[in-house]
């Protein structure tokens, strides 16, 4: 893992950090793809239940370095990245959304900007610091959203409160954010660590299966207009729960009136 990649394993929670606090966490070609590499390395480890995503310094990620891209690092063959159309900016949310299913937790402990900005709204769940700045940015320098910001500010806010948010050029900061529903929580700015670890702790209370197959059917259900075959899903994956042992830890905990105590199988 490269140094501006930093990761931290707490119990069942890994911290990925970015860590270019020189430039607020701008990304390059090391930082971008070390990011995906970082959960993806995640999304496959067993012992991990819960990612959580945050910055050094007092910056999340301020989006494109626009110094350069810095050195190659693409895990892609030559030929996967002659035909590559989605690059590392278009694999954040995919990455996230698609190829994790476990829950991704986003620490915003200060500006995020851009791509950095489709970072922090890919994750499942947000805590914003009561300063942290939120900007699409990209009327600013002539361009249009990318990062999947056309998709997941939608989502959040809706049609017409995203289009203004980004044709404006607005830039909101915690409470404000909180209130467009581009985060679910505000801490104060020293707070923000400490919080996103505890929450990320109190996640991993539940089954690691629960937690996944609960995922996959939101994200499911954002993909598909076939409301049957979701209503399919849904049975497919709540069987699929309670034959897991973690589910017979759950209702045998509950029987007999104490804490579960889950495995992960």
């Not at 950090?17 to 990011?35: C, D, F, H, Q």
């Not at 995640?42 to 810095?70: E, H, R, Y």
């Not at 159309?85 to 200060?110: A, E, H, M, S, Y």
């Not at 923000?192 to 209370?205: F, K, S």
């Amino acid at each position: 893992m490269s140094e501006e990649i930093r990761i931290e394993n707490k119990g069942h929670v890994r911290t990925i950090i970015m860590n270019r606090p020189s430039v607020k966490n701008a990304l390059n070609e090391t930082l971008a793809w070390g990011l995906i590499g970082a959960l993806e390395d995640a999304a496959s480890d067993d012992s991990v239940w819960v990612i959580a995503i945050t910055g050094t310094g007092d910056a999340f990620c301020s989006g494109l370095d626009l110094s350069g891209p810095g050195s190659a690092a693409s895990p892609l063959s030559g030929q996967g990245q002659q035909l590559d159309d989605l690059g590392w900016v278009g694999r954040f949310l995919i990455t996230i959304r698609q190829n994790c299913d476990k829950p991704v937790v986003g620490g915003i402990n200060g500006v995020a900007v851009g791509a950095g900005l489709g970072l922090a709204m890919a994750t499942d769940a947000r805590i914003i610091s009561k300063s942290a700045r939120l900007m699409a940015g990209y009327t600013r320098i002539g361009g249009s959203p990318d990062a999947g910001l056309t998709i997941t500010l939608p989502q959040v806010m809706g049609y017409e409160k995203a289009l203004r948010f980004m044709m404006e050029n607005r830039t909101v900061q915690g409470k404000e954010a909180k209130k467009l529903g581009m985060a679910g929580e505000v801490t104060a700015d020293d707070a923000l660590a400490e919080r996103l670890q505890d929450y990320c702790q109190e996640l991993c209370q539940w089954s690691p299966i629960t937690l996944r197959l609960l995922k996959r059917g939101l994200v499911q259900s954002l993909e598909t207009t076939d409301m049957k075959a979701q209503l399919r899903y849904e049975l497919a994956n709540i069987r699929r729960a309670f034959t897991s042992d973690d589910a017979k830890e759950a209702r045998l905990a509950f029987m007999e009136k104490r804490k579960p105590v889950f495995t992960g199988k």
